[in-house]
């Protein structure tokens, strides 16, 4: 998402509103009135990201914080209903004519901060980013928590941007029971686990994100996503494991669903899955 609004970057804002929906609104704050004339005339000047929010930067350093949370998307192209659209920001002096939220389920939020808000608003509630986390920084956060791994992973204060599919990719990539409890995992599986997240979702990336069958994400410009296609577990229950024709499972922990493989993912976790060049062996 961050990458797929990068254009917008120099773009000068005309104007912020809610088009017209008769969903239940979105969590927006300030009041959509307040955001407008706070940002008019200003121009974006970066495009960060914070765990699994977007981080529209502006040039007096205020910063909208975008969380799409189950199903929002961020777009520069038009939107796949015109129902759901929840935000517009009018844009000129760049390639594009307006940034879109739109969510189907409403559980996205907005947030436009000050500059000095972005610590204790955003930063202060997460842990290190997936991508820059080490075995021993995540090992110092769960090592001693009796939750399940794959609880543990989604939540963002310990480590920040594992969502579920990822974090049920990164378990079988590592070859570790997703019910295995922190507390039982040994520094050689900590380090699988930060391998496996790095090669999970640097793949996922460059895939531009996962297009599940119920069709919702879409990238910037409404296209679908193609990590899906390189899923091992996720959405494939009672199919063959790939690498050891078992048969994969479904269950449920912390109401949402995990998919593993119980022969590749022992709780022992003796055998090794992830070899150099990060593929199964
Ligand atoms: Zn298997």
Redesign the pocket.
């Given at each position: 998402m961050r990458r797929g609004v990068l254009p917008i970057v120099g773009s000068r804002i005309e104007s912020v509103d809610c088009p017209p929906c008769l969903r239940r609104p979105i969590q927006i704050r300030p009041r959509i009135d307040a955001i407008d004339r706070r940002l008019r005339g200003h121009t974006v000047s970066g495009i960060g990201r914070r765990g699994k929010r977007v981080m529209i930067e502006f040039d007096d350093g205020q910063v909208m914080v975008i969380e799409p949370r189950m199903t929002g998307l961020v777009l520069l192209a038009d939107p796949p209903t015109t129902d759901h659209l929840r935000l517009r920001i009018v844009l000129s002096g760049g390639p594009c004519e307006q940034l879109l939220f739109w969510d189907r389920r409403g559980l996205g939020t907005i947030r436009l901060l000050h500059a000095t808000e972005v610590i204790s608003i955003v930063d202060a509630k997460l842990g290190v980013d997936a991508l820059q986390i080490t075995a021993d920084q995540l090992r110092q956060k769960l090592g001693t928590s009796r939750r399940a791994i794959k609880v543990a992973l989604l939540d963002q204060a310990a480590v920040a941007g594992i969502g579920n599919l990822y974090a049920a990719e990164i378990l079988y990539l590592a070859g570790i029971d997703p019910r295995t409890r922190c507390d039982k995992l040994t520094g050689p599986q900590w380090s699988r686990i930060v391998r496996a997240t790095g090669e999970v979702l640097e793949l996922a990336i460059s895939h531009e994100g996962s297009t599940l069958s119920d069709g919702t994400y879409r990238n910037a410009l409404n296209d679908a996503g193609g990590y899906q296609n390189y899923h091992r577990v996720y959405d494939r229950a009672e199919k063959p494991?790939l690498?050891?024709?078992?048969t994969i499972r479904r269950i449920v922990q912390a109401q949402r669903s995990t998919f593993f493989?119980p022969?590749?993912q022992r709780k022992s976790g003796l055998h090794k899955s992830v070899v150099a060049d990060g593929t199964l062996e």
């Open positions: 494991c690498r050891c024709g078992g493989c022969n590749c």
